[in-house]
């Protein structure tokens, strides 16, 4: 604890030098170095405020003398109280100045200066700022149409004051900046009519604070759209953090186009969308299927994904998000979910296809890839078995035979096929349904898809499993009531046994959730066979995430199973409840547990 005061003390000195250094932001270094330090002189007030709100106005300025200075000097700057929520934060610092029982003169007039300041200070200051950005945006169009001198004698003759007229000024010099960009990105290569690239790079730099301005919106959206033709990026790298930044909070609202251009002109700004998107996804109370494509379809990486070079890097993360989870289900349903919606904007953007798929799965078979991108819905359910069929000896022929190395090892073939994971789904319920003997194709993909990294011995040992299985849960149909016994002995889950790889087991859990939801016998003592199945919490959760994608399948694809769609939801919707009685206050839940070493390591990776 004294090491965080003697920290903070630290920087307090650190923030008071910087403020009388920038001194307004009078000069070209002055303000460069302000928009440098922005974000961390925010979060810097922040903590100012944390450790303010602790004491009273007494104690402040005893451990602060100078608190005054700081925060005067902070309201003049109008860099400073453009950026995103800084006023918001000064007058929260302002507030705990106030003595609510003033003793004294003194004590009375630091009230009256501390009421005083937001009023007289902050709006000059706010002015201040409009005139600043009339001086320098004014410098960057010289000789465009007028100067601040002409400008300053017409409002004055027209009997006008600098608040009437600054963000009216404001408002037509960003237009102009707007269509003089537009312009620069159409000349191309005619350089007598081009902004030169240090202008772009100036102008870049001057919005960095104000990127959250809703004036200057259309100046941001211009910024990120115009090309240059130079070897070298011409915005400045604050610039793409700042905007990516305040897009990732909902701070800025910018077309799809211009987010495209800021992702595939700053890959850390790429990344770090990325890594927002699990973020949430990992911290949603609710997060299943139809939230995670709301986030999805929230954070336009769907639809920025078109470009195949932002596909790419996702998809990317996608990978690695999987490898270090062990295949979590919360993972597989996000890459499902995310594969899904970049299908659907695909097909709206593209009637005719700009790159072809091979462009998106460079190692991957097309056949392949054709297949996969079958809709379900669009076969008639009693034709599913066909394709499910060559699927798998599409992938088999791949993974055993060795002889497609082009397209890649097993996993690369297994990362492929989650990405279409509803197939492996309707596998199982195929399996499960089926009267048949079960299908060695079916068999396969299902044992692959559990399994990528074993060989095929491995594989072969797992098909025996779940045939043996199979054939044991097809002898219970014809009992009218299945217990929660004969069900356990079905799937031979005894403690003298080698349970097998997690994911296996996963295999033969999802085989008996189906087995329950499609068995007439299984409904009556369905709720005590999920218990007996779910001996951990993070069994429990996995059971949960299944029934929801059961659930989000049958409705996409119109499947009228009303017996077995009421059993599922009425699964669901104990093991929440069970889910959120078991959980602690405060304590993590399973897939934060998985996901959080995950994200830590992403985050270390993309510090500078």
Known sequence: MAQDSVGFSSDYQFW??????????STLETQQDTCLHLPRFQEFLRQLYEVLKEMDSNTIVERFPTIGQLLAKTCWNPFILAFDESQKILIWCLCCLINKEPQNSEELKLNSWTRLLPREWIRPALLLLFQFL????????????????????????????????????????VLSLVSELRENHLNGFNTQRRMVPEKIRFLSRVCIPLVTLPDMEPLVEALLTCQGHEPQEALWPE?????????????????????????LRHLPSLEKATLHLFEKLISSERNFLRSIECFLKDSLLPEAACHPAIFRIVDEMFRYALLETDGAPEVLAAVQGFTRCFVEALEKKNKQLKFTF???????????????????????????????KHISEMLREIVEDQT??????PFECWFLFIHFGGWADIAAEQLVMSEAEPSEALLWLLAFSCSPHDGSPQRAQIMVEVKAVLSRLKKLLRNPILSAKDLQAAAAESRDRDPGPPLCQQLIRRLLLNFLLWAPGGHVNAREVTALMAPSDEIAHEMTVFLDQTLYRWDHLRMEVPRSRKLARELLAELRMAGTAMQEPGSPRPRDVMMRPFLHGMSDENEP
Not at 16 to 25: E, G, P, T, V
Not at 404 to 409: I, K, T
Request: charged share 15%; hydrophobic share 40%; proline share 7%.
């Open 358 to 388: 091979k462009t998106y799965f460079p190692y991957a078979s097309p056949s392949l890839v054709m297949v996969l991108l079958q809709h379900p819905k669009d076969i008639p359910q009693e034709l599913w078995h066909q394709p499910l």
């Open 239 to 263: 610039f793409f953090d700042a905007v990516n930044e305040a897009f990732l909070l909902k701070k800025i609202s910018l077309p799809t186009s211009a987010v495209v251009c800021l992702w």
């Open 134 to 173: 009339e001086g320098l945006l004014s410098h960057i169009l010289s000789g465009f149409r007028f100067d601040t001198k002409e400008v300053d004698l017409l409002t004055q003759g027209l009997g006008y004051v600098p608040a009437d007229y600054c963000p009216g000024l404001l408002k037509n010099m």
């Open 16 to 25: 008071m030098q910087k403020l009388s250094l920038w001194d307004q932001a």
């Open 404 to 409: 497609h190395g082009s397209y890649g090892g």
